[in-house]
């Protein structure tokens, strides 16, 4: 499988149960509409110390300082260029950009293109 990674960082006016409801109500449903089909997998993992405004009640747990990682779960290397090609149409594109100017720190986002293993839960 073929995993992508976003770290992403709300704006710093912008508190996390915002950041985390404009996500989860309209940024992921973008997502979905314009990329849904070539995705196998979408989830995104909030990071608890950022909410808790640093550590979460865990000894030793810090914040990442990305408030949240998202994941794609992709077919194969094709369909995240085909991801890619989307994004980069440029009214679609444009809709993407105008909708993270709302929660997003743009600057801070950082793609990670992973070789996943997964070893079992057993």
């Known amino acids: ?3 992508v ?3 992403l960082k709300r704006r710093p006016d912008v508190t996390f149960e915002q950041f985390r409801d404009h996500y989860e109500t309209t940024h992921s449903a973008l997502g979905k509409t314009y990329l849904g089909h ?3 997998g979408y989830r995104r993992n909030y ?3 950022c909410a808790a405004g ?3 009640g865990l000894p030793g747990m810090l914040p990442s300082g990305y408030d949240c990682v998202a994941e794609w779960d992709m077919r194969d290397e094709a369909a995240f ?5 989307v994004l980069a149409d ?7 950009r105008d909708d993270e100017d709302n929660f997003l720190d743009s600057t801070a986002t950082k793609l990670v293109v ?3 293993r997964d070893t079992g839960t057993a």
């Open 1 to 3: 499988m073929y995993k």
């Open 5 to 7: 990674l976003w770290l």
């Open 38 to 40: 070539l995705m196998v």
């Open 47 to 49: 990071d608890l110390a």
């Open 54 to 56: 640093g550590t979460a």
């Open 81 to 85: 260029h085909e991801a890619m090609r």
């Open 90 to 96: 440029p009214e679609i594109g444009r809709i993407f």
């Open 114 to 116: 992973c070789d996943s």
